[in-house]
C-alpha cells in the first residue's frame, strides 16, 4: 500500500494514472444508452486537478463544495485496495442502470448523480485527486473529481437532462465539430476538429486555425507558402506582399535580369494604347504570371468594361484546337493578374492596386476551393471566378504604352 499522506500534502496523480483516469472517462462517456448527440470529449485540466487533490487530501471531510456553474463534484471513500480509480468509475457508471432518461430520475431510494455528472455532455474539463486516509476500521482512500463546465441542474425541482439523445456527433457544436472516436469506444464524442480549416502549409508555414491563414517564412508566399520569393530584383522593384519582382520596362524573367528583345510577336488584341496577347500553353497562375514578365509582359489588367468585352469577345471566336500547343489544360479558362490578398482582404491586380472595376460572373467570388486567383470563365461568358492558383489554365499577357514603344527602339 502507498504509505499515508498528511493532508496538507496532496500528491499528483502520475502521468500513466493521469491518462486512465481520462481515457475511461471518455471510453465510458461514449457508451452510454441511449446514444448521446453532443457528448463531449473531456480534457485534462491541471488547474482542476490541484482542486481535486487538495479535496481528497481533506479525506472528503466536512461537506462537498458547492457546485458552481463552471464546476461540480463527484467524489467517494472507499476501503484501501479495492481498485482505485477504475472501481470508482466503473461503480459512478453502473448507476446509470437505474437511471430513466425519459423522465431524467433515478430509482427510488437510489443516487444516481455520480452517474449524470460523468455523462454530462457539455462538461469540457475534468481534474481527479485521490488520498490515503487513516480511519478506527483501517485506512480508505478518498477519490474527488471536478468537472466543468458543471451539471446535474434542475428546473422548477426537474432534473434537466444529461445529453440529448441522436446519432451521436450529430449535435456538435460549431466549435466542436471533430468527432473523435477509439477503437474502445462506443460512439463519437464531440471535439475540437485537429484542423478545422482542412488545409496545411508548406515550408514551415504556421497554419492560424482562427483564421485558416498561413504565415509565411521568409522567402515564401501563397495562401498555403507554396510560392518560392525572388531572390533578387536586378532591374526592378521587389512586392513583399507578393513576393516577387516588378520588372522595369525593358526587363523580364524573374529577377528581372533578362534584357527582353522587342518585338517578338504580333498583338492578339489591341485595345486602345494596350496589347493583349493570348498563350498557346496553359500553367498554373504563378507559372503564368512568371511566363508573362520573361517576355517583358504582365498578366492582363482589366480595368474596365470596355477592355472586358472586347476580350470576352475575342476568346469566345478563338478555336481553341487552332490554338493551342501544350494540351496539358485543364478547363477553358483564362488567367487574368488578380488575386486574392489575405493581408488585405480584397481582390488587387499584380502591380498592387485595388481592383475598382469587377466582372465576376453570379454567385462568384464563391472561394471554393481555396479559389484565391482570378481566371475568366469560358461558362460564364468569360466573366470572372476565383479559382485555386494550381490550376492549369491558358493565360492573357499584357503589353502596356511604355512596352509597346520599345519595339521600334530595339528591333
Not at 344 to 357: H, I, L, M, N, Q
Amino acid at each position: 500500500l502507498v504509505p499515508s499522506l498528511s493532508p496538507a500534502v496532496p500528491t499528483a496523480l502520475s502521468m500513466k494514472e493521469t491518462f486512465l483516469v481520462l481515457s475511461l472517462h471518455n471510453k465510458l462517456r461514449s457508451k452510454v444508452q441511449p446514444p448521446a448527440a453532443n457528448m463531449q470529449k473531456l480534457e485534462w485540466s491541471e488547474e482542476l486537478g490541484q482542486l481535486a487533490r487538495a479535496r481528497a487530501a481533506s479525506c472528503l471531510e466536512g461537506p462537498a463544495p458547492s457546485p458552481a456553474p463552471q464546476l461540480s463534484w463527484s467524489e467517494a471513500m472507499l476501503p484501501a485496495g479495492t481498485g482505485g480509480f477504475v472501481a470508482v468509475l466503473e461503480r459512478w457508471f453502473a448507476e446509470g442502470h437505474r437511471y430513466d432518461y425519459r423522465t431524467g430520475r433515478c430509482a427510488s431510494n437510489a443516487t444516481c448523480r455520480h452517474y449524470t455528472q460523468l455523462v454530462w455532455a457539455t462538461a469540457g474539463w475534468l481534474g481527479c485527486g485521490r488520498h490515503h486516509c487513516p480511519g478506527p476500521h483501517g485506512p480508505s482512500e478518498a477519490f474527488a473529481c471536478a468537472y466543468s463546465p458543471g451539471g446535474n441542474w434542475e428546473v422548477a425541482g426537474t432534473p434537466v437532462l444529461p445529453y440529448k439523445q441522436g446519432p451521436w456527433c450529430s449535435l456538435c457544436t460549431a466549435g466542436l465539430s471533430g468527432c473523435f472516436k477509439s477503437w474502445d469506444h462506443g460512439g463519437g464524442l464531440c471535439e475540437v476538429p485537429r484542423n478545422p480549416c482542412r488545409m496545411s502549409c508548406r515550408n514551415s508555414g504556421r497554419l492560424n486555425m482562427s483564421s485558416c491563414q498561413c504565415s509565411c517564412p521568409p522567402g515564401y508566399t501563397g495562401r498555403y507558402c507554396q510560392v518560392r520569393c525572388s531572390g533578387q530584383c536586378l532591374h526592378g522593384r521587389f512586392r513583399k506582399e507578393e513576393c516577387s519582382c516588378l520588372c522595369d520596362t525593358g526587363y523580364g524573367g524573374a529577377e528581372c535580369g533578362t534584357k527582353i528583345q522587342f518585338p517578338f510577336h504580333a498583338c492578339d488584341v489591341r485595345i486602345d494604347s494596350d496589347c493583349f496577347m493570348v498563350s498557346p500553353e496553359a500553367d498554373t497562375y504563378y507559372g503564368a504570371k512568371t511566363k508573362c514578365q520573361e517576355k517583358g509582359a504582365m498578366l492582363a489588367q482589366i480595368r474596365n468594361q470596355k477592355v472586358q468585352d472586347i476580350l470576352a469577345f475575342y476568346l469566345s471566336r478563338l478555336e481553341m484546337g487552332n490554338r493551342v500547343t501544350d494540351t496539358d489544360f485543364e478547363t477553358g479558362n483564362f488567367w487574368i493578374g488578380l488575386t486574392y490578398k489575405t493581408s488585405k482582404a480584397s481582390f488587387r491586380w499584380d502591380v498592387g492596386e485595388p481592383s475598382s472595376f469587377t466582372s465576376f460572373a453570379f454567385g462568384q467570388p464563391d472561394n471554393q476551393g481555396f479559389g484565391n486567383c482570378v481566371e475568366m470563365q469560358a461558362s460564364a461568358a468569360f466573366n470572372w471566378n476565383d479559382q485555386r492558383c494550381k490550376t492549369r489554365n491558358r493565360y492573357i499577357c499584357q503589353f502596356a504604352q511604355e512596352h509597346i514603344a520599345l519595339w521600334q527602339w530595339d528591333p
